[in-house]
């Protein structure tokens, strides 16, 4: 849009009448020197493209291993154990992240009460507690995906005894949760992936700029006419 094109709008928002009640000189100078105001405070704007190149040459990926029912606790008694007995404290890394399988063997169902909390990270390395509890069966699953476990403890028993044991381990991963199969070697970051969003978030913000700046214009170009009047 060009200045006549500017002030033909102007002229009929303020409705007035071009070189009667106002000249076409007086409106070009009012909408130059509103334009010249804004562009002291609203930076001109460029638009930078850049392209991101990588290079695959001879991909693998790792196929994870089948999952265990004892990978972290293989049978431990719980036979004499009390609240917050340590069941494992030797760090376990698993080949991705998977959720876990509890299972307690007690054959009389003697154990009425039982908590077990699992620590551990998640996929992103953030510090993650589970807890298990008796009542909810036997064996369970989980339900956060652990790539490494730190300690299992007992937080609370009772009617704990004789053959009474504890394994955990893990079970497959699923795909209509957020399971991971296969772990490639050439992934685009989810840095990168989040600078990407940021870019397209920010292009949205630019178009709000552009639209408020629009308004600003002709706001300011109305102050100035009335300003020389």
Known sequence: ?????????????????????????????????????????????????????????????????????????????????SDGATLSTVGTWLDVPRPLKLTVTDANNSIVRMTVIVKGTDADGVYREERFYRHNGKIQTGKIYFPSILQVVLSEVSGNGAGDTLSLGTVEPDLTTRGQFILRNNTVSTRLAQSMSDVLRNSGDQHHTRASAATTVNRSVKQTHNMGK
């Open 1 to 81: 849009m060009d200045i006549t094109e500017m002030l033909g709008i102007l002229v009929t928002d303020l409705k007035m009448t071009l070189d009667s009640e106002i000249s076409t000189a007086e409106g070009t100078r009012a909408i130059k020197r509103a334009v010249d105001e804004l562009s002291r405070h609203v930076p001109r704007e460029r638009i930078y493209e850049h392209t991101w190149i990588k290079a695959v040459t001879d991909d693998s990926f790792t196929i994870p291993a089948t999952e265990s029912d004892t990978t972290i606790c293989n049978a431990v008694s719980l036979n004499g154990e």
